[in-house]
């Protein structure tokens, strides 16, 4: 193939959708597809709440007809994972698996990976009925007894919010002690839905085809005891997929990209741009992490105009 002006590293709905827009302005992307195509909506089951499909869609579904759209105007895939960007402009790529590139324009939409405890049947059991996000899942979880590992201010929302389908939510923390914000904990106690299980931890994910509950384990005592439940919610944190590049542009202490401008995909390097979750420590859904997909390619455009008069 030519050579790309621009390059895309990750194939979710932030990369996809920069993908499509920058085909569509006569700047069609090579896509770094990752070790994950498709990103977490590929180990995301139904997704009822991406506009235009009423009757819901699969994640890796939805994901691969992104993609076709997205080569329909001329966008190239490549399932590899850029490991290193060097340069000023124009930028080495340097890759797992295929060649170096050379390309003006690089858009970081690698995401960010959420945080597992790391058990056999948790990793078997996501999606259905192991979760990190309630915001996407808790719709399925209506008069269901369901259970959040976390103690942050992401844990005390995320059971807050599940609140307003389940029946009961227990919160199982590993210390008697919460790190939430002290409004946060204080909403979460309140709510006379949600339970505190202090010192304890997960040390198993109970089920066949879907969650029936958990084995919990006493941190003081060590005394286990199997806990029924018909979904379990991580929020114990993301880690942004910034390796390849966090030793280029600004990033905060957590490791996700800081923006040159509040608002705008612009980062600290000129010809680096970022969207979705790699950048985003609030929202991460796919809905906004396509938007800013479409911004991140809208600015690419703008900056090539300005830098390369359009060559």
Known sequence: MSAPRVAVLGSGPAGLTAAL????ANLPPVVYEGMQPGGQLTITTDVDNFPGFPEGIMGPELM?????????????????????????????????????????????????TARYIGLENESRLQGHGVSACAT?????????????????????????????????????????TLRASKIMQERAMKNPKVEFLWS?????VLG?????????????????RDLACGGLFLAIGHTPNTAAI???????DKGYVIPKEAGRTYTSRDGIFACGDVQD????????????????AMDVEKWLEETHHGS
């Open 208 to 224: 066949g085809e879907k969650v029936t509950g958990v084995r919990v384990r006493d941190r003081k005592s060590g005394e286990e």
């Open 281 to 296: 420590t609030t929202y991460r859904q796919a809905i906004t992490a396509a938007g800013s997909g479409c911004m991140a």
């Open 136 to 176: 996407c899942d808790g719709f399925f979880f209506q008069g269901a007894d369901v259970v959040v590992v976390g103690g942050g201010d992401s844990a005390m929302e995320e059971a807050t919010f599940l609140t307003k389908f389940a029946k009961k939510v227990t919160l199982i923390h590993r210390r008697d």
């Open 200 to 204: 304890h931890e997960v040390v198993d």
């Open 21 to 24: 827009y920058l085909s569509r």
């Open 64 to 112: 691969e007809r992104m993609k076709k759209q997205c080569e329909r105007f001329g966008a190239k895939f490549v399932t590899d994972e850029v490991v290193k960007v060097e340069g000023t402009g124009p930028f080495k790529l340097t890759t797992s698996y295929t060649e170096p590139m050379e390309v003006d324009a690089v858009v970081i939409a690698t995401g960010a």
């Open 246 to 252: 966090r030793d280029h542009i600004d990033v905060d």
